[in-house]
């Protein structure tokens, strides 16, 4: 399941980087962003989650050159430590954390080759954490050949237990930009955000680490 998911992720970031180029190209007032990267677990969600990845989406408009905001939707994954899975009794365990922001961005060199960014918000959070056992299915498959149908056993998980949380949160961090081309508003970035989710009754607090482009 984690494998599909983060397939399926991919295939969308692929998308979006081969379309939104020309959208932004022709003009400065509109930005775009596309990217992914590692996730780190902080405070006291590193004691109960293991390291994931992230994957970033945004679009937003720039009021100057060095002022803008930016509207994001996030998408981390991360495991559980085995710790919290010997305790619950679970074999594999996921947590999965959506998010829709606002964020204003300050550009401290907006018209220079190298740029360093500060950009921070808030909004919606949605955490899922999945408790799931490891488990086979059967499907039916067709062999073209002899046109017969048979059972396949394929790999799939048992959902022990789902618990979902939609809780407001806030995120601040920095990065910077390197421009791909002199002509071109497409730019490489590297950021780094802190996510502070009010989750109960133990706050979620996660670190991703993104790497991708801006237009």
Known sequence: M??????????????????????AQNSNKFTFNVGGGFTEPVRDSGERLDRGFNINVGGGYNFAPAIGVIGEFGYNNLGV??????????????????????????????????????????GYYRRTVEFTEPTTAIVTGFDPFFGVFFPVAVPANTVLGSFTQNKGGWNVGAGFTIQVKGDSNAKF???????????????????????????
């Open 81 to 122: 430590t085995s710790s919290i899975l010997s305790a619950v009794g679970a074999p594999q365990g996921a947590t999965r954390v959506y998010s829709l922001t606002l964020n204003p961005i300050v550009r401290f060199n907006p018209t220079g080759r190298f740029d360093f960014y500060a950009i921070g918000g808030g």
């Open 2 to 23: 984690k494998r599909n998911t983060l397939y399926s992720a991919l295939c969308i970031v692929a998308a979006l980087f081969l379309t939104l180029p020309a959208a």
């Open 189 to 215: 970035f590297a950021e780094s955000r802190y996510h502070h989710i009010y989750t109960t009754p133990v706050r979620t607090s996660i670190l991703p680490v993104t790497f991708g482009f801006r237009w």
